[in-house]
């Protein structure tokens, strides 16, 4: 059962809230006297204007929403985002062409971080937030977002919530989801803070700051520099960077429960964290020893460069201090390798997360077990507790689409005329939602040249990563659309 008022609706209102977002954008213009103002105010009312249309010819729409309505506004609201939240790029002629402008902006949402820019510090202040903004309000998601902040709307419906949420167990820390959502909010919103003070007084300046903070907690990956965190040459400001970056990769709502609860038991029980840990501690250190035995850098240096790529490369960030193409093919393999791993479940961070590698290889080693007693009963258990069957299947069926859409990328890039490893890191980066490739399209190379089309395929990528593939490619199936 479909309701058409109420999706117009709920989407009228979420328009809404992308005006107010970017409105400050607007006060950063007019703070620092740039002459985009008027560009910003036009796509302002764009926004708005359209949202208050949709909203007040659908106002005596029902509140209730099934969980098909649910699909389709998840699906569609990315996409509208993502198509008004291109025209202050557009309008101000800094990205004048329609499909680097999109690109741009659903990597933003996404928190994909991959950019069209060659010149980014040639933007505007007010534009670089607007690009880091979009990282901030697509971290959490949408959707998320303003069911946290406008529950007053009747947007707090647990059908929206569930899908848009991603990860294969999510966690519920209140009966009521506005609640939940408000709590998470919190943890982000002051992690947010902090990391801002911390660039601060790690030397970046103020704008600076706030913007890499919301690229680093949200796990985004837009710098204000053309070479991201190298462009500050200072190893404290990196350190603070691989802070937050690693925060971001662990569940919001696991932090809520250290913080406000003071279950830090939980921390060191979750199955899921101390394998994200574990990942970071021992690429760390293989990398760490082979970046000194090929010569490539030394000491200190060597061990802050290859724990700044592996932090950065897992929790999908695509932050960079070096071009690890360059390092031996081994080094730069094992991050293609954490390309595909991830964070966090329930956190910021993209690709497949940590619990479901661990669940598969968790299968794996069972079915040894059953080859050896086959009437045993094993079950498959993460932190301490039985993972069901339904749940395995679905991380199963989860795996394959995620490799599917690999290949599928991967056959449709080299059909433009990329060569086979670049297509396969754009491929990967962009249905992992992570940013820097390979070969040409490295942690300091802009996609600018790539081909149209080539684009538009990647922006469905990120779509459909952002989203872990239900929610989008459902809505592709005859069976979603029949009334019953």
Known sequence: MFHPKAIFRIIGLLLIFEALSLLSSVFVAMYYDEAVIKDLLL????????????????????????????????????????????????????????????????????????????????????????????????????????????????????????????????????????????????????????????FYFAGMGWFDSVCHSMSTVSTGGFSTKQDSIAAFHSPLIEYVTVLFMFLGGVSLSLQYLLIFKGRIKELFRDSEFRAYLAFVVVFTVIITAGLIYTGALEGENAFRTALFQVVSIQTTTGFATADYTLWAPLLWLMLCGLMLVGACSGSTSGAMKCVRVVTLFKVMWNEFKRIVHPNAVIPVRMARKIIPTSVQSAILAYTVIYFFMIIVGLVVNMAFGIDFLNSFGLSVTSVGNIGPALGNYGPMDSLALLPAGVKWFCTFQMLVGRLEFFAVLLLLTPMFWKRN
């Open 43 to 198: 796509s302002v009312a764009a926004m708005a204007g359209t949202g208050a249309v949709a909203t007040y010819l659908c106002r005596r729409a029902g509140r209730d929403v099934s969980r098909k309505d649910g699909y389709i506004v998840v699906t569609v609201i990315w996409i509208v985002f993502s198509l008004f939240g291109s025209l202050p790029y557009m309008l101000s002629g800094y990205i004048p062409d329609f499909t680097d402008a999109f690109y741009e902006t659903m990597s933003g949402f996404t928190t994909t971080g991959s950019s069209i820019l060659s010149d980014i510090e040639s933007l505007p202040k007010s534009l670089l937030f607007w690009r880091s903004l979009t990282h901030w309000i697509g971290g959490l998601g949408i959707v998320f977002f303003t069911v946290a902040v406008f529950p007053i709307f009747g947007l707090g419906d647990m059908h929206l919530f569930a899908a848009e949420s991603v990860g294969p167990m999510r966690a519920k820390l209140h009966p009521r989801i506005t609640v939940t959502a408000r709590w998470i909010l919190t943890v982000y919103v002051g992690l947010t803070v902090i990391a801002a003070v911390a």
